[in-house]
């Protein structure tokens, strides 16, 4: 049960795209299609923005994507606001013996 | 609206037990599988256990196996986490989630368990 591995910052212009990489293994990100990804504010509770690898719960804007090959998954954030400077985390289902792992979070800073 | 309200949180001593709490309302309890979340101050966040809406299975992450049992109680809406032999290390901010297609989209406010002497 190791935790998946995500760069621990990344940094972007406003109006740019990054991509969040979350590198799992065959018995994590790469046997199902349910990765979630949670974005966290310092001092407030976790929100859902993607889930099953690419699906926008109601209310998230359309600038949040997801994607997933092989054991490794990526959030994208087009369109970089201030407002998206955040802790990022991914999180995999790993069957019913294991259920999740999350990854070790980006921190996400708008230059 | 759901809502989860989680509850027991204290200030322990190395080796002591604690039980926290986690009352729902607002949706169907048991049509989900509950979770225990827990992010140690200053860091990420960690899955610690989860039941499915039956108990039929249940899984601990490897740091807490063998100390944490997790229980619900479908009748009372609530589910909990009895923590033995508690460690420094398990100092977090203890949150109770559930969500669809195995996500976290409901999350309470969660309950401080500080572990020291």
């Known amino acids: 049960q190791s935790a998946l591995t995500q760069p621990a910052s990344m940094s972007g212009s406003p109006g740019q795209s990054i991509t969040i990489s979350c590198t799992g293994t065959?018995?994590?990100?790469?046997?199902?299609?349910?990765v979630s990804w949670y974005q966290q504010y310092p001092g407030t509770v976790p929100k859902l923005i993607i889930y099953?690898?690419?699906r926008r719960p109601s209310g998230v804007s359309d600038r949040f994507s997801g994607s997933k090959s092989g054991n490794t998954a990526s959030l994208t954030i087009s369109g970089l606001q201030a407002e998206d400077e955040a802790d990022y985390y991914c999180?995999?289902?790993?069957?019913?013996?294991?259920?999740?792992?999350f990854g070790t979070g980006t921190k996400v800073t708008v230059l | 609206e759901a809502q989860l309200v989680e509850s027991g949180g204290d200030l322990v001593q190395p080796g002591r037990s604690l039980r926290l709490s986690c009352v729902a309302s607002?949706?169907?309890?048991?049509?989900?599988?509950m979770h225990w979340v827990r992010q140690a101050p200053g860091k990420g966040l960690e899955w610690v256990s989860g039941v499915t809406w039956d108990s039929a299975y249940i899984a601990y992450a490897d740091s807490v196996r063998g100390r944490f049992t997790v229980s619900r109680d479908n009748a009372k809406n609530s589910l909990f986490l009895q923590m033995s032999s508690l460690k420094a290390e398990d100092t977090a901010l203890y949150y109770c989630s559930y969500g669809d297609y195995h996500s976290f989209q409901i999350w309470g406010q969660g309950t401080m368990v500080t572990v020291s002497s």
């Open positions: 065959g018995s994590d990100i790469g046997s199902r299609n349910l």
């Open positions: 999180c995999s289902y790993g069957g019913s013996s294991t259920f999740h792992v």
């Open positions: 099953a690898v690419t």
């Open positions: 607002g949706f169907t309890f048991y049509d989900y599988a």
